[in-house]
């Protein structure tokens, strides 16, 4: 197999007008996530995200612009040269390296797989064949395919790529960081809304990917630059820096796409302490992260100690593995369950042997997100929150912060002279046996974002069932008072924790006085 990757320059105006008009070809046969879903069907389509493609072979048996697509960019399949021509501008395609011909047949030299925008963009994701959807499929095979040292292929599309693209702040900005890029994805997310886009990544292949993504989606041209970690950015410093780092805590750095090459989670430490130097004021770091659960150490400390001087954080851990499940997962992504059993044995006495000298117990995994604040009494949130979430939560993210600066800035007067509206899509849960004349406990659960739940007490769910920016908190206590028979000056003085919890959640908005 050549190694060699599509030519596409959009620096070049003829391989630009070429690129235009295979992007053209692709929308017009309906070579997008709607349109593959449409000819797959839901199981076939599941089933390819899984990299099981006889369902999708199955349904590609008929001629047909779509179906040729697929079977040459995602199934990876030759086609004949007639077929192609009739699908898209194969000379074109065959001029930028985009395919190679083999006698009477035409084959894709790279995956390319259609990915939806998050305002409805018709976007490709342009990755080493095998890996658009990340190693799990067997690395060994795609390293086959793609003729290329497993150690630099490029992946596409997985799930930590849509985490990460999910919960980033998307307000328009000047400058925006993608370290780390791979395939481009979030490169090409903050094309959407950033003036200048900078994407690094230690792989100069991953660079060129990167680069095909973005010129066949149709997006600006980024900055990309080679080199580790922030080497290649110098003292430069923007509004939004975005990672997906090789986060994978293992012994070596076999695979330059997973693993940092770090002792541990140095990586992901490094980039946290270092990031603030690269940050404008009031600007956002967010990236994907694992750490290490260490004997004798509670994680949340740990992770609090990460965090650089002037900024406030947030840390969610979305996930834990034992030390045993999470080399067992990490094995399988690098295709050594398929050697002998000898070799797999190994591999998997030296993840442990690495933890033991360690002391990791277990292995954490979830976002981080910094802010530069330049408080002198910096917000940091760390917290365990497994359970399933609404994306995009990048507008949460940044009301998450605006709640730290509201409750930083406001005291217990400033709070019970404050007015509150109720969340949008908040519920009230009553708990109890039933017939029972009052409920055991109050349950306030969101429907968006983060889907928190939270117990409440009667004054809490009447606080909160009343608030909607018209009266200050202290008078709805007030009232809640002489309902239930309280001394009003006891109400006020235990309740502004049980408040300022309910805002820092997010169950409760701070509005100006009278606005609904």
């Known amino acids: 197999m050549s190694t060699h990757l599509p030519t596409a320059d959009l620096r070049d105006p003829d391989s630009a007008a070429r690129t235009a008009r295979l992007r053209d070809a692709l929308r017009d046969a309906a070579f997008t996530a709607d349109g593959l879903l449409d000819l797959l069907g839901a199981p076939a389509y599941a089933a390819l995200a899984r990299s099981e493609t006889v369902p999708a072979l199955r349904a590609t048996r008929d001629d047909g612009p779509l179906p040729t697509l697929v079977r040459l960019f995602l199934l990876q399949r030759p086609v004949p040269y007639g077929r192609a021509a009739a699908a898209l501008p194969v000379d074109d395609c065959l001029a930028d390296g985009w395919l190679v011909r083999d006698g009477d047949e035409v084959r894709a030299s790279v995956d390319v797989r259609p990915y939806g925008g998050p305002d409805g963009q018709d976007w490709w994701i342009v990755s080493d064949l095998g890996c658009a959807v990340g190693g799990a499929g067997g690395i060994r095979a795609a390293e086959e395919a793609a003729g290329v040292d497993r150690a630099q292929l490029v992946l ?107 002792g541990g989670d140095d990586l992901c430490r490094t980039i946290v302490q270092q990031a603030a130097d690269h940050l404008n004021d009031g600007g956002y770091c967010q990236l994907l992260a694992n750490w290490q659960h260490v004997e004798g150490e509670d994680w949340h400390d740990r992770l609090r100690s990460w965090v650089p001087r002037g900024c406030d954080a947030w840390i969610v851990q979305r996930e834990v593995q034992d030390v045993t499940q999470y080399a067992e997962l990490w094995l399988r992504d690098a295709g050594d369950h398929r050697t002998t059993p000898e070799e797999y044995a190994a591999r998997y006495d030296a993840w442990l042997e690495e933890f033991e000298a360690r002391g990791t117990k277990a292995v954490g995994f979830g976002w981080i997100t910094l802010r530069k604040s330049g408080a002198a009494d910096p917000s940091i949130t760390v917290e365990e929150w497994p359970h399933p979430v609404e994306q995009p939560l990048g507008t949460a ?76 908190a202290g008078r709805i206590l007030d009232a809640i008072a002489q309902l239930v028979g309280e001394d009003p000056v006891l109400l006020r003085d235990r309740t502004p924790d049980a408040i300022r919890t309910l805002v820092e959640q997010g169950f409760l908005e701070p509005v100006t006085a009278g606005t609904d």
């Open 156 to 262: 596409g599309v997985g799930g930590a790529s849509t985490t990460l693209a999910g919960i980033a702040v998307r307000t328009p900005v000047a400058r925006v960081l993608d370290l780390g890029t791979g395939s481009g994805i979030q490169a090409l997310h903050a094309s959407a809304y950033a003036t200048q886009v900078t994407a690094t990544d230690l792989n100069p292949r991953a660079l060129r990917i990167a680069g095909l993504t973005l010129a066949l989606s149709g997006a600006p041209a980024a900055d990309l630059r080679e080199g580790s970690l922030f080497d290649p950015v110098g003292e430069e410093t923007y509004d939004l820096i975005v990672s997906n780092p090789p986060f994978v805590i293992s012994p070596g750095a076999r695979l330059t796409y997973r693993d940092g090459g770090m």
């Open 397 to 472: 993210v940044v009301r998450h912060f605006e709640r730290q600066d509201y409750l930083r800035a406001t005291d217990d007067a400033a709070l019970l002279a404050g007015h509150f509206r109720l969340a949008d899509e908040v519920v009230q849960e009553q708990v109890g046996l039933p017939g029972a004349e009052d409920p055991e406990h109050v349950v306030l659960r969101q429907n968006r974002g983060m889907r928190r739940a939270t117990k409440v007490d009667t004054v809490g769910a009447g606080f909160a069932g009343v608030c909607d920016g018209s009266l200050p």
